[in-house]
């Protein structure tokens, strides 16, 4: 595991998009592994930056999130699909029909979740996984829990993650109670994989997570399984790190 500690989130976004532009130049129909959040905001801005320079073509690449509300429609304002399309599909020159984001109104979420691990399969697999952290640990909607769950798969929120998403709505009730999420093993598939994490919020977790132990009570923790993990954090984010 690479871990690269940085001054500013500019830093952090210029770095992220260096591994990802390397991806996409190597392979001109790379499949991303998409997070959301306010961590990669900053990184998909550098993107939009770099094609709008003519230094990035995203004709040929696919997609694919990591997870979706559920249920919610994918033009609700609080949706993953919304948030991919505000801050990077609108701005690029990406095919959002190979754009992958879980659908938060299928009707069969065994079935939906069964086709959505065949279709990255179909695609090749992911290239690189974008991921951010929770406090606790957490990657996608994969909660500590004394067992996760592989693949993708529909999961209820906790209380603390519903509390903590309450702000980007207008009152906690509005909160979807459940979630559509990639599995930690759909997740260490991914060939290459990027972790972003500011603010002191997240020391605990990424001191966990390099500790190099595994525990299901940290679901990060099991990036230590991948053989190609780069962490890219500030200081505070770095701060329970041996120096």
């Known amino acids: 595991m690479r871990v690269i500690v940085c001054d500013s989130h500019e830093e952090i976004a210029r770095l992220g998009a260096d591994m990802i532009e390397e991806i996409m130049k190597s392979k001109k129909d790379a499949v991303l592994g998409l997070a959301t959040g306010s961590t990669p905001v900053n990184m998909y801005s550098e993107l939009i930056r770099r094609y709008e320079a003519g230094e ?3 004709s040929c690449v696919r997609s ?13 304002d609080q949706s993953y699909r919304y948030f991919m399309n505000k801050n990077l599909f609108d ?9 992958y984001v879980p659908d938060g ?9 069964a086709s ?25 909607f994969n909660e500590p829990a004394e067992a996760l769950e592989p693949l993708t798969h529909l999961t209820d929120l906790t ?19 459940r979630a559509l999420t990639m599995g930690m093993g759909s997740i260490l598939n991914a060939r290459k ?27 990060a923790s099991l ?11 500030d200081r505070a984010a770095a701060a329970g790190l041996q120096a």
């Open 56 to 58: 990035l073509d995203f």
């Open 91 to 99: 701005h690029v020159n990406i095919d959002k029909a190979n754009t």
């Open 223 to 233: 990036l230590n399984l991948h053989d190609d993990v780069t962490v890219i954090c």
């Open 116 to 140: 959505y691990e065949a279709k990255i399969a179909e695609l090749g697999g992911i290239d690189i996984q974008v991921l951010g952290i929770g406090g606790n640990g957490h990657i996608a």
């Open 193 to 219: 994989i990027l972790l972003l994490a500011t603010g002191a919020a997240k020391a605990d977790a990424i001191a966990t997570l390099c500790a190099g132990k595994l525990t299901t009570s940290c679901p």
């Open 64 to 76: 694919v999130n990591l997870d979706e509300y559920y249920p919610i429609a994918p033009d609700n």
């Open 105 to 113: 109104l299928c009707e069969d979420t065994d079935a939906f979740c």
């Open 159 to 177: 209380p603390e993650t519903i509390a903590a998403n309450s702000r980007f709505f207008e009152s906690e009730a509005d909160v979807p109670r």
